[in-house]
């Protein structure tokens, strides 16, 4: 008997094709999500973690003074391995720099990505960005310091796996490349910097307890530091973890939020198909079938949908991991030798629709066959009932079609609450993408606190007095006494310096002749004007105060500005010293002194450089979103179609024209549609909130609050009504194709 109740099932699926494609593409997005993001996600930290574990990746880097002489003992005193680098930054051309190292072989190791490694004098190895942003191959020439250099590889490097020229930029320069060539050749060109880079031997030891105790070593030798580096605050390094942990989020909360409202797709679509079968139902009990056997037959269909959508969403999400983990090695220099996939997430991928599906199915399954088979077969009389809504609302006075779509729409809150999720749901894949671009483009139009064209950093301290327009500049790194992991600069500035213009929350510009800190290191510290804060410098560990005099209404980083005078003296720094500059000119600075220099033209090609995978991204989530949009809308509107067969039927009768009719039946849920993108704007500010914060947390990265301009708004506006639109064009022909006598079949109407 249940072989041949289960016969119909075919049947039923092709009445109904469209609906069930159309949860069977909901399902197969969600399984293609999920397993290209969380492979995607795997494949990304397991080869950065190979990357920094395989080539020795530092665990802090420092630069002192004066040479070290006796490593060997430093090593052995604080059990650690130590190798000393050498580096200068070389223009090529204009907007082309390299950052020129010596080859390490103990820690920081370059990793060869395609090539060979340095052979002999004259060879050289660049980075993969700068390669491919100018066009330079394997065997090209490039002339540092009127000596030609044979690019003998491409390479990564373990410290600059993004590839930033400043620490305190957020995204790479097209122009900026590293290069690595010999100890030999870099010693010939008798200039640049040392450095030290250090990896401790201890591994199952805090790093920054090591770094601690380490640097008390140093100066318990009389080595004065001059700047040290952790590996947790080098950007260059801990993005990837930021990429990684955002990856996480994005692979478990979008495929969660679709396989959601496919359950109470489904769950709607069952619950329907058993009320509009109720009396076929009943004749099953009468013919003798069990519940239980009914209850299997039922669920069959959103287990079908979900098998379905799940194996083949699951194998179509395998097939982008390589191409897309070779497009993010584009920003990210790791080498990509191979991809693993993690069989038991594929597993799961198809597991877990099956387990949404099917639970959401049987609960609402249940519940409807526990009516009784008499009830069933003469149709169950409270889906008409009135519900609380409709009693509530004075609907009497209105027009019949306002009356009819009001109706239309509250006899039914279950559809109407999935429609309006549905819609919600696509409006935050939609403006995801566009509230970042808005995002990008706040950032490149406003910009108003830096006035400077240049900005100089020097690896030693400096005392030379800068040209007429240049102003110096001292930054360190500070934490709160009370928290050791979310650090901010302290920067000293000119007292009347014309190149640092900062704000209050009125827009009076504030005097640099104090103690300023900028809104998000205010908020985050809980600082108002007047309070004193105690800092933490990262360099030595030794704790100072200052007095907050003012806030500025800047989000452009966190920082605290004080005259640069003053924060000498605070700081004990020498009289007249400086570690930067800002200037509207090049600076003429001879060539033994390392330094590097960006321009803010520089920063803005990078971001402009960044929204090209940015417009890529956006132009995937509309598809995404629209598709989305259109499947919920459809299946809404087709399950109305089916549920006033009667009322259709009977419009017809009367003399309806189907203009009227389509008017009736299919524009009843525009309110419903316009709400629900309503909402889902402030849902997905929320959404990036959430973005921001995560980057914050592990980057240090601040933003200011997330926002969507109008334009953007009414783009995402139109699509999502387009799609509404369509919806309805293609449920037009379900609504002609209900006949006259379809109110004759309806005898317990």
């Given at each position: 008997m249940v072989m041949a109740i289960n016969k119909r099932i075919k049947r039923v699926l092709l009445e109904n094709k469209a609906q069930y494609i159309g949860l069977i593409l909901l399902i197969t997005f969600s399984c293609f999500t999920f397993t290209l993001?969380?492979?995607?996600?795997?494949?990304?930290?397991?080869?950065?973690?190979?990357?920094?574990?395989?080539?020795?990746?530092?665990?802090?880097?420092?630069?002192?003074?004066?040479?070290?002489?006796?490593?060997?003992?430093?090593?052995?005193?604080?059990?650690?391995?130590?190798?000393?680098?050498?580096?200068?930054?070389?223009?090529?051309?204009?907007?082309?720099?390299?950052?020129?190292?010596?080859?390490?072989?103990?820690?920081?190791?370059?990793?060869?990505?395609?090539?060979?490694?340095?052979?002999?004098?004259?060879?050289?190895?660049?980075?993969?960005?700068?390669?491919?942003?100018?066009?330079y191959k394997i065997g090209d020439e490039i002339r540092i310091l009127d000596k030609s250099f044979n690019i003998a590889g491409i390479m990564a490097l373990p410290n600059y796996i993004y590839p930033l020229q400043s620490e305190e930029m957020m995204m790479p320069l097209p122009g900026f490349g590293i290069a690595v060539i010999s100890k030999e050749d870099f010693a010939g060109f008798d200039q640049g910097s040392n450095f030290y880079a250090v990896k401790f031997n201890q591994v199952n030891q805090n790093p920054q307890i090591q770094s601690a105790d380490f640097r008390e070593l140093l100066k318990s030798n009389g080595i004065d530091i001059v700047k040290w580096t952790d590996i947790e605050d080098n950007k260059r390094v801990n993005i990837v973890d930021a990429e990684a942990e955002i990856l996480n989020l994005v692979s478990k909360a979008v495929p969660t939020a679709i396989l959601l409202l496919a359950s109470i797709m489904v769950g709607n679509v069952i619950w329907r198909l058993i009320n509009l079968e109720s009396a076929i139902i009943g004749g099953l009990y009468a013919f003798g079938y069990r519940r239980k056997e009914i209850q299997r037959h039922y669920l069959i269909f959103p287990l079908i949908i979900a098998v379905i959508g799940g194996i083949f969403g699951t194998i179509l999400g395998t097939l982008p991991v390589l191409s897309m983990t070779s497009f993010m090695f584009t920003a990210f220099n790791i080498p990509l030798t191979g991809i693993e996939y993690n069989p038991s997430m594929m597993v799961l991928s198809v597991f877990l629709p099956i387990l949404f599906l099917g639970s959401s199915s049987y609960f609402v399954i249940r519940k409807e066959l526990k009516h009784s088979p008499v009830e069933l077969m003469k149709g169950k009389k409270e889906k008409n009932k009135v519900n609380f809504l409709e009693s509530v609302l004075k609907l009497e006075k209105l027009q019949f079609p306002t009356k009819f779509k009001i109706r239309g729409q509250l006899r039914s809150l279950s559809r109407l609450a999935f429609l309006f999720f549905g819609v919600a749901?696509?409006?935050?894949?939609?403006?995801?993408?566009?509230?970042?671009?808005?995002?990008?483009?706040?950032?490149?139009?406003?910009?108003?606190?830096?006035?400077?064209?240049?900005?100089?950093?020097?690896?030693?301290?400096?005392?030379?007095?800068?040209?007429?327009g240049a102003e110096p500049i001292s930054a360190a790194l500070f934490l709160t006494e009370t928290d050791n992991k979310k650090d901010f600069y302290v920067s000293g500035v000119m007292s009347d310096s014309v190149m640092v213009n900062l704000i209050d929350e009125s827009g009076t510009r504030l005097s640099n002749n104090q103690v300023i800190v900028t809104k998000p290191l205010a908020n985050q510290l809980e600082l108002k004007q007047g309070d004193t804060i105690s800092i933490v410098r990262k360099l030595d560990g030794r704790l100072f105060s200052l007095k907050i005099e003012a806030i500025a209404d800047t989000y452009e980083g966190k920082f605290i500005f004080m005259?640069?005078?003053?924060?000498?003296?605070?700081?004990?720094?020498?009289?007249?010293?400086?570690?930067?500059?800002?200037s509207n000119d090049l600076l003429d600075i001879p060539e033994n002194q390392s330094f590097s220099v960006v321009s803010l033209d520089d920063k803005l090609a990078a971001v402009r450089e960044a929204l090209a995978p940015t417009q890529a991204m956006i132009g995937g989530l509309a598809a995404i979103a629209f598709i989305i949009g259109m499947i919920v809308i459809y299946v809404v509107t087709s399950l109305m179609v089916e549920?006033?067969?009667?009322?259709?039927?009977?419009?017809?009768?009367?003399?309806?024209?189907?203009?009227?009719?389509?008017?009736l039946i299919l524009n009843s849920s525009t309110m419903v549609v316009v709400f629900g993108y309503i909402i889902g704007v402030p849902l997905t500010l929320s959404a990036i909130g959430v973005l921001i914060q995560s980057l914050e947390d592990s980057v240090g990265l601040t933003l200011p609050p997330s926002t969507i301009s109008l334009p953007y708004i009414l783009i995402g506006f139109v699509v999502v009504m387009f799609s509404y639109e369509l919806s309805k064009l293609l449920c037009r022909k379900k609504v002609n194709t209900v006949s006259m006598s379809e109110a004759l079949k309806s005898g317990t109407e």
């Open positions: 993001m969380s492979q995607f996600a795997e494949n990304f930290e397991r080869l950065a973690n190979e990357f920094q574990v395989g080539y020795v990746q530092e665990d802090a880097a420092f630069t002192t003074n004066q040479r070290i002489s006796n490593l060997q003992e430093l090593e052995l005193a604080g059990n650690a391995m130590i190798e000393e680098g050498f580096t200068f930054d070389y223009t090529l051309a204009e907007g082309k720099t390299l950052r020129i190292f010596s080859y390490n072989d103990r820690v920081n190791i370059p990793a060869i990505l395609d090539g060979k490694e340095l052979s002999g004098s004259g060879d050289i190895l660049i980075n993969p960005v700068f390669a491919e942003a100018h066009n749901v696509a409006t935050m894949l939609l403006l995801w993408g566009f509230t970042l671009k808005s995002g990008f483009d706040n950032m490149l139009t406003g910009g108003t606190v830096y006035t400077f064209e240049y900005e100089y950093k020097f690896e030693k301290l400096r005392y030379d007095p800068l040209p007429k005259p640069l005078a003053d924060y000498n003296e605070k700081f004990e720094m020498p009289e007249g010293s400086y570690t930067g500059a800002f549920e006033n067969k009667h009322n259709i039927s009977l419009m017809k009768i009367f003399g309806y024209r189907k203009k009227e009719i389509n008017s």
